[in-house]
């Protein structure tokens, strides 16, 4: 088992796009790294890099201490989940799994005994003899999760792997990666678009933008204090609200301590950080946002209500129950100061702490 | 998906049906028919009286030491012009599917040998190794080697094989690099990863997942060696030097037509159509069963 080094990462396709453009961080030893960022972003080409299917157009990808960039993806010892899982179409689900260990010369009863040993583990033994044709979605996933376990590799890669899934299989083999990863003690990198997902799998989440790291922590540490506005909208459902506030307004709310650059900044709050007050209400210190109700999303445990506020522009508050106010309504939004997260202008950096 | 025409007339699919089988029966039936009629008959020397004699001219052709000769001939050329095209062709295929600059420009020289004409492609390969004139006879002979098609048997027959396959290998590529191209670039990416270097990743996923495409192309190639070939040696060889190049098609033609054995040359029409049909059946059969993967 190995860490995973990236040091000036830089990928240019041959058409001139530039997927990867300057990336450095470390995933530690065992640690399990979620990819996240929108579509494009260059999540796949930097775990693609890593598993040398791709190669580095500049900087550095060492893999414990070995710098991998011109090594074979045969000699890297990793192993990668596909998001349409790759199975060997003409081979057996026994031979699939087989395969890796036979390519490193492991003896035969040593590949057997690996391979049930896998296949016991994942609950696909009875599978053993199928070919991948006739296996569903699901157990093609198992299947592919068990090529990766069987070879006991130094670092799992995976490219969306649960992307095909059902929403209550998703779940589950979810939950079973966790547990697999935390199992094997194996450096994992996961890429994902869904954020249920990297909340919950990551030690530690790294989230890009266009090819570059907004920002990277542990998954409740990204939450709670977003480094760009970036973040701040992607991290979190419904997305945080951003309003442009001048710098008097800002240092108003912030207090006079706070140092507010004179071009003024972002503000941003949480839906599930307001709460809705009758009309009229104050805040004492904190924000409060007057608003006419627009629409209100009924989700069951909780409701969305989707304001116009006086001052202008948009705003999403969760509340708790259904008992929402209803359209046309006029209410105060409210956070309390310590709720509050304050962006430069361009939204770039965060500037309170 | 299966698409489904409505016809407004019950007449009106046979109509439109009627000059295909026209032309299935006025240029196939009949004359294989004729063929079936003719090879029981037997003629005299001057062509004057026939007789109906049933099996006598294939047992005339069986018990001839020269027509087991033409089969092994054509045997060897086959196996070998298959083998060359289809190896030659996978070669290139492969090479051809990796993302290199000009690889469309490389893609369009190879698909150029199909378009030429087989006596063409005889004649061109005739003076790249015509004995005292050629380039490659001439290359050839510094290399010491004592080169003539014209009277040595083995001689000939490479020659004719080299053409052959030369011709066939543009059709074998593209149906290789289209084979080559449907197979996902994940599964060998996988493959890699999974500690598989490129030539044994060749091997074991990429040869196996071709196979259907392979096996394709063998009848195909068997196919053509036997019958289509017939262009390129008459050109070359005439089915000589003393018979050393004279395939089963080739002598259809040189007992027929130029011996005046019709009976015997129609009776070894009829073997050739056999043969034809067992491997157009072969075809069928295997691409009803073939797996999809
Ligand atoms: N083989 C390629 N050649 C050229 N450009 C590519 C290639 N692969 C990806 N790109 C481009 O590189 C950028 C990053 O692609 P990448 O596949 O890494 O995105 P991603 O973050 O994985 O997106 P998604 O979430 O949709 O999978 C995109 O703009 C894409 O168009
Ligand atoms: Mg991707």
Not at chain 2, 167 to 175: A, H, R, V
Request: glycine share 8%.
């Amino acid at each position: 088992m190995a860490g995973v080094t990236f040091r000036e990462v830089r990928k240019i396709y041959a058409g001139g796009i530039e997927a990867v453009k300057g990336v450095s961080f470390a995933v530690p030893d065992g640690a399990f790294c979620v990819l996240v960022g929108p579509s494009g972003c260059g999540k796949s080409t930097l775990l693609r890099m890593v598993a040398g299917v791709e190669t580095v157009t500049a900087g550095e990808i060492r893999i414990g201490e070995r710098v991998v960039n011109d090594i074979e993806p045969a000699e890297r010892d990793i192993a990668m989940v596909f998001q349409n899982y790759a199975l060997y179409p003409h081979m057996t689900v026994y031979n699939n799994m087989a395969y890796g260990l036979r390519n490193r010369g492991v003896p035969k009863p040593e590949i057997d005994r690996l391979v049930r040993e896998a296949a016991r583990i994942l609950e696909i033994t009875e599978l053993l003899k199928r070919k991948p044709r006739e296996l569903s979605g699901g157990q093609r996933q198992r299947v592919a999760m068990g090529r990766a376990i069987v070879r006991q590799p130094k670092a799992f890669l995976f490219d969306e792997p649960l992307s095909n899934l059902d929403a209550k299989l998703r779940v589950s083999m979810r939950v079973e990666i966790k547990k697999l990863q935390r199992q094997f003690g194996t450096t994992s990198i996961y890429v994902t678009h869904d954020q249920l997902e990297a909340m919950t799998l990551a030690d530690m989440l790294v989230v890009m933008n266009a090819g570059r790291i907004e920002q990277i922590g542990a998954p409740l540490e990204v939450y709670e204090r977003p480094a760009t506005t970036f973040v701040a909208t992607f991290i979190g459902a419904p997305p945080m609200n951003l309003l442009r506030l001048a710098a008097a307004e800002l240092s108003g709310l912030l207090g006079a301590s706070a140092a507010v650059p004179p071009e003024g900044g972002i503000l941003g709050v949480r839906p599930e950080d307001l709460v809705l007050a009758p009309a009229g209400a104050r805040s004492d210190g904190g924000l409060a946002l007057p608003l006419t109700v627009e629409t209100v999303e009924r989700v069951g445990p909780e409701s969305f209500v989707y304001g116009r506020l006086a001052r202008g522009g948009d705003v999403i508050v969760r509340i708790p129950g259904a008992a929402a106010p209803s359209f046309g309504e006029q209410a105060v939004a409210i956070a309390p100061r310590h709720k509050l997260h304050v962006f430069s202008a361009d939204g770039s950096r965060r500037i309170n702490s | 998906m299966q698409k489904r025409a409505v016809f407004g007339h019950r007449l009106l699919p046979y109509l439109l049906l009627a000059p295909q089988i026209a032309v299935t029966l006025v240029f196939f039936y009949w004359p294989a028919s004729q063929a079936v009629w003719q090879s029981f008959l037997l003629q005299d020397a001057f062509g004057l009286s026939t007789r109906f004699v049933w099996f006598e001219n294939y047992r005339a052709l069986f018990s001839d030491p020269a027509y087991y000769n033409t089969i092994v001939v054509t045997f060897v050329f086959s196996a070998a012009v298959s083998a060359l095209s289809l190896s030659i062709a996978l070669l290139l295929a492969v090479m051809a599917d990796k993302p290199l600059r000009g690889a469309t420009a490389y893609r369009t020289l190879l698909i150029w040998p199909y378009a030429v004409a087989p006596a063409v492609a005889g004649v061109l390969w005739i003076f790249m190794f015509q004995p005292s004139l050629g380039i490659l006879a001439r290359g050839l002979r510094t290399l010491g080697v004592d080169w003539n098609p014209l009277l040595d048997g083995t001689h000939a027959m490479i020659l004719v094989i080299m053409a052959a396959a030369w011709k066939q290998i543009s059709y074998n590529f593209l149906f290789f690099l289209a084979g080559l191209q449907a197979i996902p670039k994940s599964v060998i990416e996988a493959a890699a990863i999974d500690g598989a270097r490129p030539v044994r990743r060749f091997w074991t996923i990429v040869f196996p997942l071709l196979s259907p495409t392979t096996f394709f192309l063998l009848v195909v190639n068997i196919v053509y060696a036997f019958f289509d070939t017939f262009g390129i040696i008459d050109a070359m060889t005439g089915g000589g030097p003393s018979k050393a190049t004279e395939t089963l098609v080739y002598k259809v033609y040189q007992d027929g037509r130029l011996g005046g054995d019709l009976g015997g040359s129609a009776a070894q029409s009829v073997i050739l159509m056999v043969i034809v049909i067992a491997l157009t059946a072969v075809q069928f059969r295997y691409i009803e069963r073939r797996v999809t993967y």
